[in-house]
Every structure is written in structure tokens, then in C-alpha cells.
């Protein structure tokens, strides 16, 4: 018989258990009205029930713990959610210490409390410092790299520089020539007196250490001879891996703090040394004047070349310096003096960037430079000004600036030469070649002076000119002083293309000229092509006979003229424009205008000559030639930019014939209307 107190613990029970038990409610017991008879039948029934009902005291005692868990836990929860409200309040107002630790953050030294907030910075590390956590609870800004601790990290320690902020990560030795200390050449006040030593002390330390790549040696400001040998074989020996900078003053402890224009280094031969500087492979040479070389030995033929530099088989880089004031004079009996500035021989291709050739001398070829051999130097952004050479020899000498005599390329890219000449009757103010591959880009020749060719002489192999300037080069005869041929180029054989170039005041002037800015004799292999081009006021005055004002034709080859504006150039006799003798011309969609006598000689028979405008025009062979006015725009200086509203040449050239350029003179795109334009400028 169930007792009422176990139905109340098993109501309990199914309560706590979340009603998935059915029990004998209490209600159900009082609406059995108490009755023990027939619950005695059910007592029976009550057996099974008071199995449950162990099973169920179990689970109540169970339930028991359960409860007072319960309890104990809901006093914890209360507890906890008042800890936290607490414990905010008490966090914030009153249990952070303040200036607990130092740690690195964002670069430098912050301070944080003890709840991790930072404080802000306490120590702002400049850019020669790093900031490094000492322990979990200190930090410091110390030294990077190799910057001084002992100098504020304002220098470097001993034996090293900083080179493009490398933190002072390179190997320098120093060089002052009014230095009195001990000569370490690790500091400016212990610096050494002598480049050469320099040298050697950064070899010794490439040597002792060979994880670095190269070492510097940093020279002030001051003359500085050559000491490696003696007497007239003195020179700066470069080694390789060896960097040599120029143009510091005592306190520059980085790199790009020097000035070479400021702080002048040079270099002096005392005209005494064969040659100044011996280059070397994998080295630099960069910020120095080089002066006083005088290359003349009866002894040995090379001591005749390279005053300034020579170059053995060796591809040194040679970068913001000035080579003036060499001369390689030969030595007067036979053996020629060549390359006053710099002698390159074997495979030696240095790279010359931003530097100045002026005033240097050779007795026979190469003013400034002499190419031999297999060298193929790259010329970029360097001026060459007033070289020469003398003909001693006999003959007035080859190329004022530059002799190439070399079967591989020789490159100049935005380079100058002003004022270079030869000797009376002599080959090319500026450059010379033989077959050399030669290659111009975005040059400029102003003022030089030749025998044959005032700007460049050149026979055979290849000349690529693109985007440069002649402007006031001469041609002043051979050696008879009769014939001046190519005010600016003199070709004979080979293939030359140029595009995109001006030639303006060029003057062939003797008693017999021709071509006041081109003579080109190409043979019956060669070819001549120009693209894009324009000529302007140049001259062939000869007064027995002047035959091309701007250009001259003769000899067989390949000529081919395309979209050039040809204006207001003389020729003393023939050939105001163009003068062609014996050759096979091609002229297509260009103007030739203003030119004194009319714009050419004569007009062979196979002559190509389509859709141009000619002052001659109606005699010319050919289809869509015209006479009409082109319509310049004019004005002062005389503007040959086509006038966009009354030009004939606009939209009227021909598009269907090979070698039609996709830009014009100044690069703007062909065409730009509905046909491409006549003459070397595109309207737009």
C-alpha cells in the first residue's frame, strides 16, 4: 500500500525530472478517497510501482544531491553575477597599477599598466635605432645595424657606411688626403691618405670575410695621385668587387649624403701616367675627375692608348665622373696615339652612365673613347665636348669623340657631343665607325666639326638612329680641303635607318659639297632609309659645285625617303632638297618645300617618288604628287606643323605601301583623322 508520504517524494521526483516519468499524482490518490481495500489489489500492482519506487528513492536521493546542488549553485550564481558587477567597478576605479611594464609596440617603447593598456610612447626610436623588448617587463631602443651606440647611433662603427639605408650594413674603407691620424681607413679621422691603399684594405676585407658582397672606399673631397707602380706607369688599380665613390666630405656617414659636384675628387696623372685608371670587372667607379693622363711610350704600344682609363678585356661601371684633359699622344715615331679618355680593348664592355668627356686628345683616332676588338661599351646619359685629335699621323685624324674599330655594338642613349673635331681633311667630329654596329638613340649633336662627316663618318655594317638632333655640325673638306661631303652623316655602304630625327643649320663647306646634312654612297648592297624625319636649313655651299642641300644620293642602294618634311634647305648648285646620281629613290608621303634650287636635281627614271608634295611637282614619276602649298602653320620661328583647316597634306597620304610608321615626328599616332598626313608631323 503506498503511503501518502512516498507519493509526495515521487510527485516531487517527476516534477524535478521535467514530467517524463507518469506518477501517482496526489489528486489521484485523495480522489481514491484513501480506500485501502481495493488498493490492497492494487497493492500487488503497488509492488511493481514500489520497484519504481526504489528505483525512484534512488533517483530522490539523487534528486536530493541535486537540489542542494541546485541550491548551492544558484547562491554561486548569485554570487558570481554580483563578483562581476563588483569586480568592473573595482577593475576600473581602483585595480589597474599604472606604469607596470615596458614593451615594444608599433617601432618604439610603450608603457602599459597591468591590465595590458598602454600608456602611450616613452622612448621614440629615430631610424638608426630598433626597438628591442629586453624582458617580459623592459625595453629600449638600441643601434640598427652597425650605427654607433657610443655616437647617438648618428654613425657607423668602425669599418662600415650606409648605403642607401642599409643601417649601415656595408663595408667602407675611407680616404682623406689631409688626414692625420692612424690610417686604419676604418674611420674619416683615421681615413688613409692613398686611393690605391684603400683598394687593397678592402680587398683585405672581402678576403677575411668572404660572406660580403663588395666593400666601398668613400673618398673626400681633394687631388689624389695614382701610386700603384711608378713613375709614367702609375695608375689607380681597380680590383673587382671594389666600389669607388667619390665627392664625401668628412662627416658623411651615409652614402647618399655625398656630392660629388660639391665635394670634387680628382684624380691627377700629372701628365706623366700612360693611364690615370686600369678598370676592372664587377667594380665601380663613380663621382671622380680624371685629369693629367699622357699616353706615349716607345716602349710598349698599348702605353700609347687609354690616357685616361684603359680597359683590358674588363667591364667596369663608370658613373658621374669627368674625364678631361687626357691625351694619348702615341709616340711620335709610327706608333698612333688612340682613345685620349678611354681605351677599351678585348671583350671589354664597361657601362659609362652620366659622365663627361672634355677636352681630351689622341694623336691618330678617338678623342674621348677608342673602341677594339670585341668591346661593346653602352654609353647612356654622358656628354662628350671638345674632343679631338690632331692627324698627327698625317690625314687629320678619325672621330673627335669616338673611334669605334670593334665587331660588336657600341650604344648611345641621350647622350651629347658638342664641339668635337678632327684634324684638317679629318673623319667625324663626333663618331667614326667602320662596320661597327653603332647604335644612336635620343642623341644630340650640336656644333662638331669634320673632314667628312661633321657629326658621324660611317662605312659598312649598321647605324640605327632614333629620336636625336644635329643641329650646326660642318663638313670641312678632305684632306686637299676640296671636298666637304655630309654636314652630319657621311655613309658609305652598310644599312642605316633613322626615324624621328631632326637635322637643322648642317653645312657642308669647301670648294665641292655635297649633302649639307647627309651624303650617303651606299653601293649596290647598301641601303639608306629615313622615316619621320625633318630637314631643315642645311646647306651643301660648295662654290664650284654644291649638290644636295639636305640630302645627296649617289651610287647604287637603297633609298628610301617616308612622311619627311624637307624645307627651306641650299645648295650652291643642284638640288635645293635632294640630289640624286645613279641610285634607285623611293619617296613616298612627304613634302619638299622652300628648298633653293627646287626641291631636287633630277628624278631618275625608276624613281619611286607617290604622294608627295613637291614644289617641282609635275615633273616628278609617280602618282598622287602635288604641287599645292602645304600650309604650315608658319610664324616665327617658322612652325612646320600642318595647318588643320587649309593643309593639302592632312588626311591625304597613302596607308597601302610598306613601311608607313604608326607615330610621326613627335610620336604622336598615325593617322589621327580619316587618312594619315603627308610630311613628318601628324595633325591632331
Known amino acids: 500500500m503506498i503511503r501518502y508520504k512516498t507519493l509526495v517524494k515521487l510527485a516531487l521526483l517527476a516534477a524535478a525530472l521535467g514530467g517524463c516519468h507518469t506518477v501517482l499524482g496526489l489528486e489521484d490518490y485523495e480522489k481514491s478517497g484513501g480506500d485501502t481495500d481495493t488498493d490492497t489489489d492494487t497493492d500487488t500492482d503497488t509492488d511493481t510501482d514500489t520497484d519504481t519506487d526504489t528505483d525512484t528513492d534512488t533517483d530522490t536521493d539523487t534528486d536530493t544531491d541535486t537540489d542542494t546542488d541546485t541550491d548551492t549553485d544558484t547562491d554561486t550564481d548569485t554570487d558570481t553575477d554580483t563578483d562581476t558587477d563588483t569586480d568592473t567597478d573595482t577593475d576600473t576605479d581602483t585595480d589597474c597599477t599604472p606604469a607596470a611594464y615596458q614593451q615594444c609596440q608599433g617601432g618604439d617603447v610603450h608603457s602599459f599598466d597591468s591590465c595590458d593598456q598602454s600608456e602611450g610612447v616613452v622612448a621614440d626610436c629615430t631610424s638608426h635605432e630598433v626597438c628591442v623588448n629586453l624582458t617580459s617587463t623592459t625595453a629600449e631602443c638600441t643601434c640598427a645595424g652597425n650605427w654607433d651606440p657610443t655616437d647617438d647611433c ?17 663595408c667602407v674603407r675611407y680616404v682623406d688626403a689631409a688626414a692625420t691620424g692612424t690610417e686604419s681607413g676604418l674611420t ?28 666601398h672606399v668613400w673618398v673626400k673631397s681633394g ?11 702609375a695608375t689607380v688599380l681597380m680590383l673587382a668587387n671594389i666600389m669607388l665613390y667619390g665627392g664625401f666630405s668628412d662627416t658623411d656617414s651615409t652614402w647618399d649624403a655625398r656630392d660629388w659636384e660639391a665635394n670634387t675628387v680628382t684624380i691627377d696623372g700629372q701628365n706623366t701616367s700612360y693611364h690615370v685608371v686600369t678598370g676592372a670587372d664587377d667594380s665601380v667607379i663613380d663621382g671622380f675627375t680624371i685629369t693629367g693622363g699622357f699616353a706615349s711610350s716607345s716602349f710598349t704600344a698599348e702605353d700609347n692608348y687609354g690616357a685616361g682609363m684603359f680597359n683590358d678585356g674588363t667591364s667596369p661601371t663608370v658613373q658621374n665622373c669627368t674625364f678631361t684633359d687626357n ?22 664592355s664597361p657601362t659609362v652612365i652620366g659622365t663627361v668627356f672634355s677636352a681630351n686628345s689622341a694623336d691618330e683616332a678617338g678623342g674621348a673613347v677608342y673602341n677594339a676588338d670585341t668591346s661593346s661599351p653602352t654609353f647612356t646619359g654622358c656628354t662628350f665636348d671638345s674632343n679631338y685629335v690632331t692627324g698627327g699621323m698625317g ?22 657631343f658638342e664641339n668635337n673635331h678632327t684634324g684638317t681633311g679629318g673623319y667625324a667630329g663626333a663618331i667614326h665607325s667602320g662596320s661597327s654596329p653603332l647604335v644612336v638613340n635620343g642623341c644630340e649633336f650640336d656644333g662638331n666639326t669634320g673632314g667628312l662627316g661633321g657629326a658621324i663618318n660611317k662605312s659598312g655594317g649598321t647605324l640605327a638612329i632614333a629620336d636625336c638632333t644635329f643641329s650646326s655640325n660642318t663638313s670641312n673638306g678632305d684632306t686637299g680641303g676640296m671636298y666637304a661631303n655630309g654636314g652630319a652623316l657621311y655613309l658609305t655602304g652598310g644599312t642605316t635607318t633613322v626615324q624621328r630625327t631632326l637635322f637643322a643649320g648642317n653645312t657642308a663647306a669647301s670648294t665641292r659639297t655635297q649633302g649639307g646634312a647627309v651624303y650617303a654612297s651606299m653601293g649596290s648592297s647598301g641601303s639608306f632609309t629615313a622615316t619621320n624625319c ?23 642602294g637603297d633609298f628610301d625617303v617616308m612622311m619627311c618634311t624637307i624645307w627651306s634647305n641650299t645648295a650652291g648648285s643642284d638640288g635645293g632638297g635632294i640630289y640624286m646620281d645613279g641610285t634607285t629613290p623611293t619617296i613616298t608621303n612627304s613634302i619638299l618645300w622652300s628648298n633653293v634650287p627646287e626641291s631636287t636635281d633630277s628624278y631618275p627614271g625608276s624613281a619611286s617618288i607617290t604622294y608627295n608634295i613637291l614644289q617641282d611637282g609635275p615633273t616628278a614619276p609617280g602618282d598622287q604628287n602635288s604641287s599645292d602649298n602645304p600650309g604650315f602653320v608658319g610664324g616665327s620661328p617658322y612652325d612646320l606643323h600642318l595647318a588643320a583647316d587649309t593643309s593639302p597634306a592632312v588626311d591625304s597620304a ?8 604608326a607615330v610621326d615626328f613627335e610620336g604622336t599616332a598615325r593617322p589621327m583623322g580619316s587618312g594619315y598626313d603627308r610630311g613628318a608631323y601628324e595633325c591632331f
Open 223 to 233: 687631388t689624389y695621385l695614382p701610386t700603384e707602380g711608378t713613375d709614367e706607369e
Open 654 to 661: 597613302t596607308g597601302a605601301v610598306p613601311g608607313v610608321p
Open 395 to 416: 690625314g687629320g685624324g678619325t672621330g673627335g669623340a669616338v673611334h669605334l674599330a670593334t665587331t660588336e655594338a657600341t650604344v648611345f642613349v641621350g647622350c651629347t
Open 154 to 170: 648618428n654613425s657607423c662603427v668602425e669599418g662600415w657606411g650606409d648605403v642607401e639605408g642599409d643601417q649601415c650594413g656595408t
Open 188 to 215: 674619416w679621422t683615421d681615413a688613409m691618405t692613398a686611393v690605391q691603399a684603400a683598394i687593397y684594405s678592402a680587398q683585405a676585407a672581402l678576403t677575411s670575410d668572404p660572406s660580403l658582397p663588395h666593400c
Open 534 to 556: 625633318v630637314f631643315r636649313s642645311n646647306a651643301s655651299s660648295g662654290y664650284v659645285y654644291g649638290e644636295g642641300g639636305a640630302i645627296f644620293f649617289e651610287y647604287g
Open 327 to 348: 691625351d694619348a699622344a702615341g709616340d711620335g715615331s709610327g706608333t698612333d696615339g688612340l682613345g685620349g679618355a678611354m681605351y677599351n680593348q678585348g671583350d671589354a
